[in-house]
Each structure stands twice: as C-alpha cells, then as structure tokens.
C-alpha cells in the first residue's frame, strides 16, 4: 500500500489569499486524485491526473501532477469561505480496486 | 437523484451488540465499498466489491462482514461492536473499479459505548 504525505495538515487563510497543498509519495503515481469534503459530508471527487506534468484547472483551482508522478499540488486562487473543507490526496495501485487517501489538508478560509 | 445512500445516518451501540449499516446506490455502479474515517487516521478501507457476488478485503477488515447479492446493495455487519469501532463510516460506489473515482454517501456516525 502506498503511503501518500499531505502537507500542510492545517491551513487558516484569509478570503482573497492564495495556497497551495501538497500530496507526495515515495513510490510513482498510477494516477492520482484530489477529493474535497465539507464537514458532514462524503468526499467529493474534485479531478483525476494521470500523465506526468499534467495541469488542470477548475475554476480557482489549479492541479499539478509532478514530471516524475511522485507528487501533486493543488493551488486555489483568491480563496473564498465556500473552499473550506478536507482536500484530500487519493492513489488506486495498479489493478488494486483499493484506493488509497491521504490524511488531508484542512482548510479553513475567514470572511 | 439519490446517488449512494447510506441508513441510519447516526447509531449508538452498546459493546457486543450487531447491527448492520445500509448503503444502496441506484447509478448501476459495479464496485461498491465502505471505509472508515477517524480523526488523525485518516480514510481506511473496509471491504469492497467488484460485482455481485463478489467481494474482498482491505486495509482494516477485522470485525465487520460484507456481502453483496444485488448490484444495488452492499451492507456492512459489525458483528459484536467494540469502542474501538466507533467511527464515521462511508460507503462509496463507482463505475469505472480502478480509475479511482468514487461517489461517496453522506455516512453513517457510530458511537460504541
């Protein structure tokens, strides 16, 4: 089982400001993707990346696959209370039917 | 428009006691699955299933059976709960095993006293 690293494990911004989170691996990404879940509720898939060096947009969010697959980024621009939540890292092994999360960034962004 | 659905949405159980956490999804998906959520541990795997019929351990399956007779069903039985169950349980189904792109319920929250 891969052992996926999210950094940082909290992050308190204010509305207007941008981050990045990080989700990395010592082992090489199948694919990789990123879940956000608001307090109450399941996961939501929020994009999958594949190929090494991969950048996708969704809306004020930006992911990043690394050129090697080891690790990914997720940058939000402007940040807004509606983005607080757990981003989450997810890997599925190769034929594994057994997908991997990390332990999560919490974000918390103040009106 | 129900997705996955996951009963009762909150549970207290006494040590030793069985119950069974319901989850249905109406999205013909394939591969359903049930994972557990605890603070600073982060999404661990229960069980999963590929299909009917057919299901298979994860990370963390001590204590709980699953079976899957309908595409549409795949309940999760604690046998005879422990503190060390208490937890927020998702079950999560998709339509693609091995792609890595699930739909989630909304969790079922156990509390074992």
């Known amino acids: 089982t891969q052992l996926l690293e999210q950094s940082p494990q909290f992050l308190s911004i204010q509305e207007g400001e941008n981050l990045t989170v990080y989700c990395n691996s010592s082992?090489?990404?199948?694919?990789l993707q990123w879940y956000r879940q608001e307090p109450g509720e399941g996961p939501v898939l929020l994009v999958t990346?594949?190929?090494?060096?991969e950048v996708k947009k969704l809306k004020r969010l930006t992911f990043q696959f690394g050129d090697a697959r080891k690790d990914s980024s997720l940058h939000i621009t402007a940040a807004q209370p509606g983005d607080t939540g757990l981003y989450l890292c997810?890997?599925?092994?190769?034929?594994?039917?057994?997908?991997?999360f990390g332990k999560g960034t919490k974000l918390s962004v103040i009106p | 428009n129900a997705g996955v659905t996951q009963t009762p949405k909150f549970q207290v159980l006494k040590t030793g006691q069985s119950m069974t956490l319901q989850c249905a999804q109406d999205?013909?998906?394939?591969?359903m699955s049930w994972y557990r959520q605890d603070p600073g541990m982060g999404l661990r795997l229960i069980h999963y299933?590929?299909?009917?019929?057919?299901?298979d351990q994860g990370e963390v399956p001590n204590g709980y059976n699953v079976s899957r007779s309908t595409t549409e069903d795949f309940p999760l039985r604690l046998l005879s709960a422990a503190p060390s169950q208490t937890s927020v349980y998702f079950c999560?189904?998709?339509?693609?095993?091995?792609?890595?792109?699930?739909?989630f319920g909304e969790g079922s929250r156990l509390t074992v006293l």
């Open positions: 999560a189904s998709s339509p693609l095993p091995g792609t890595g792109e699930l739909f």
């Open positions: 082992s090489v990404f199948s694919s």
């Open positions: 990346v594949v190929t090494g060096g």
């Open positions: 997810a890997e599925e092994g190769a034929g594994s039917y057994q997908l991997t």
């Open positions: 999205m013909n998906h394939e591969y």
């Open positions: 299933s590929v299909g009917a019929g057919i299901t």
